[in-house]
């Protein structure tokens, strides 16, 4: 039996490349081209499990992302760090000068601002997917136009790649997450990292609280993201990613966390891909 899982983007994106690393070539990939559009395939039962980007080493946060996990109810049970290489390809028969325009995720143009400042006769254009506009490039034929896309997509569509790892850092990696709409799928014994989301008042020294909790209980945080709580005007929600080494301290700390802290909610609980 073939899971089927949802990605953000088509055949020989990030994500597609996500989804082969974690779960083998026995995948039935569900293409999406927004995030909205991959939560609705898990919610309406079009996918078991879906593979969506949270953050980026050079970008930060995709923090829309933080909130569709909240309000629809999904649940992290598992993660995967993926290097990004990012190259720039053409038709055959088309080289570096030859391009106008170079269209591309917002993510992937943000990321290789520095090698463009060479080309400034060069267009940057947003769009909704590094192979998606790889795979446009070969079906319509369209020349003068480059996408930024993984190696993959250059051999999947056919294209030239002209210049390779055009990325600015070359140390680049994003943090993907592994969401489905029911939780836990290992053993207590082999969690070791989760993910959970809680809201405090606003009183001195609320948030300082909830973090001594953890540390009293020997969780390690490793990231603490806050977003405005849309329908509460000044009221934030904080995200928040810990590891730990025995899931029992994790325990104690959500018996106290949800005591100290407002609608608090564990998103995921899953294994740290970083160990």
């Not at 927004?34 to 080493?57: H, P, Q, Y």
């Not at 140390?171 to 969401?179: G, P, S």
Request: with cysteine; net charge neutral.
């Amino acid at each position: 039996m073939k899971f089927k899982i949802a990605i953000q983007g088509i055949q020989g994106s990030n994500h597609h490349q996500v989804a082969k690393d974690y779960y083998g070539d026995a995948i039935e990939l569900v293409e999406c081209l927004s995030f909205d559009s991959l939560v609705d395939k898990l919610l309406n039962g079009e996918a078991d499990k879906g593979v969506m980007a949270i953050e980026n080493s050079i970008a930060g946060s995709i923090i829309p992302n933080y909130n569709l996990i909240y309000h629809n109810k999904l649940h992290i049970i598992g993660e995967y760090y993926l290097n990004i290489h990012h190259n720039l390809m053409v038709l055959a028969g088309q080289n570096i000068s030859d391009i106008k325009e170079v269209r591309s995720h917002p993510m992937a143009l943000l990321q290789c601002k520095e090698f463009f400042k060479d080309y400034p006769e060069i267009k940057l254009v947003e769009d909704v997917d590094t192979a998606e506009t790889a795979q446009r490039i070969q079906k319509q034929q369209l020349k003068h136009v480059a996408a930024i896309a993984p190696n993959v997509a250059a051999e999947l569509y056919g294209l030239n790649i002209v210049a390779k790892d055009i990325q600015t850092i070359k140390n680049n990696a994003t943090r993907f997450i592994i969401v489905k709409t029911k939780n836990k799928e290992l053993p207590k014994a082999q969690i070791n990292k989760a993910s959970i989301r809680f809201l405090t008042d606003h009183k001195r020294g609320s948030l300082a609280a909830m973090l001594n909790v953890m540390s009293d209980c020997n969780l390690n945080l490793t990231k603490i993201q806050s977003l405005p709580v849309i329908e509460s005007p000044w009221k934030y929600a904080f995200f928040v990613d810990i590891t730990f080494d025995g899931y029992s301290n994790f325990e104690k700390a959500k018996s106290l966390l949800n005591i100290m802290s407002e609608d608090f909610k564990v998103l995921g609980e899953y294994k740290n891909a970083r160990v």
